[in-house]
């Protein structure tokens, strides 16, 4: 039997986050000694690993939840466990051109400043341009 900081470190998870998990019932209520620690066993320490490692790959605590549930069917066919992850992998796609296309803009704003002074700096000079260019024709942020 485990405590939640034995628990928490060998899945580097916080405590607090432990918690969490179990009031969303993502982690099971855990048995508690009379003095009312809690104490987690070795399919609670799996479990917690193969949340920690979904979060760390970015997936959504309800499609954890969902593979969680599916991985408790193991007769089930994979293909809906595969569509999961596929959409969370268009996710991350999609997050990684957003990350190139700021990555470029940054460049492009660090190599058009002249190390002047402030009045002069073109990185905030493109930051205030780009705040008007993210309004909506009607006026509010995009």
């Given at each position: 039997m485990l405590t939640i900081g034995t628990l928490a470190k060998r899945t580097g998870t916080n405590v607090q986050t432990i918690r969490y998990y179990e009031q969303i019932d993502l982690m099971?209520?855990?048995?508690?000694?009379?003095?009312?620690q809690r104490r987690y066993n070795d399919a609670d320490l799996d479990r917690l690993a193969f949340i920690r490692h979904a979060r760390q790959l970015g997936f959504a605590l309800d499609?954890?939840?969902?593979?969680l549930d599916l991985s408790d069917t193991p007769d089930?066919?994979?293909a809906h466990v595969d569509s999961i992850a596929k959409k969370q992998l268009k996710q991350v796609e999609a997050r990684i051109v957003r990350l190139e296309a700021l990555r470029t803009e940054l460049?492009?704003?660090i190599a058009d400043c002249a190390g002047g002074s402030v009045a002069d700096c073109r990185v905030l000079e493109?930051?205030?341009d780009h705040g008007?260019?993210?309004a909506?024709?009607?006026?509010?942020?995009?």
């Open positions: 099971p209520v855990p048995g508690r000694t009379e003095g009312g499609a954890i939840r969902e593979l089930h066919s994979c460049r492009r704003m493109v930051l205030r008007e260019c993210l909506d024709h009607d006026g509010t942020p995009a």
